[in-house]
């Protein structure tokens, strides 16, 4: 999985690479079809509490998951996203088997009134 780290205005220490990259990867363990992760992180106003902003947009086949999160600092805003993302991945995960055993229950109360025509 290609991930990607942008940060506006500023220049991201390596411990806060890491721990974005490590973060990241756990979701794409879980998911073998995730294409790539874009993350932004930016800083809404320097004076003010709660001013760290993470950004991330998960692409996959067909969709793109994204979360947008504001806390003291990054890794705890980083942190609130992946939750955000992870929580859309179980929906998405949740609608998907819904609809395939939507599918498979009309397949087979099609055949059923098949067989009973017969």
Known sequence: MNITINAVKFKPDGKLEQF?????????KNLNNVIGCDVTLKVDKPEADNNKI??????LPGHTMFSSKQAGTFEESTSLAIDAIKAQIEK???????TSRSEMSNYLNDEDDRLQEE
């Open 54 to 59: 993470t950004e991330i947009q998960m692409h």
């Open 20 to 28: 974005v990259h490590e973060r990241v990867k756990k979701i794409g």
């Open 92 to 98: 998405l995960k949740k609608a998907k088997s819904n």
